[in-house]
């Protein structure tokens, strides 16, 4: 079971970026799905979430600006993140949450909440 995060880059404020998260070893069938992020002396933080009936969250700070989107044929989770800025800089990680039961369609997954993780690309903003 792996999760395999790519997209991650560089780039001046007001710029995009889409980030993949290639799932192996199971189907996003009975998982929710989430992208964290963590910069240096920061908890790690959920930036926006899916839900396998298709329920989107998104933490305040991106909701306009970041959308997330899953391909269920090919088991890959998206994070398109436009008008970026400085401190969306950090490094993003990618999670399952399985099963992905009622009490967490409506909100925003934790990190606490996941069961498997990526081993996070790393998106820098500068000015």
């Known amino acids: 079971v792996h999760l395999v995060e790519s997209g991650g880059g560089s780039v001046q404020v007001g710029g995009s970026l889409r980030l993949s998260c290639a799932a192996s070893?199971?189907?996003?069938?009975?998982?929710?799905m989430g992208w964290f992020r963590q910069s240096p002396g920061k908890d790690r933080e959920g930036v926006a979430s899916i839900k396998n009936d298709g329920t989107k969250s998104y933490t305040d700070s991106v909701r306009g600006r970041f959308t997330i989107s899953q391909d269920n044929t090919k088991n890959i989770l998206f994070l398109q993140m436009n008008s970026l800025k400085p401190e969306d800089t950090a490094m993003y990680y990618c999670?399952?949450?399985?099963?992905?039961?009622?009490?967490?369609?409506?909100?925003?997954?934790?990190?606490?909440?996941?069961?498997?993780w990526g081993q996070g690309t790393q998106v820098t903003v500068s000015s």
């Open positions: 999670a399952a949450v399985g099963p992905c039961v009622s009490a967490l369609v409506f909100r925003l997954l934790a990190a606490s909440d996941a069961n498997i």
């Open positions: 070893g199971f189907t996003f069938d009975n998982y929710c």
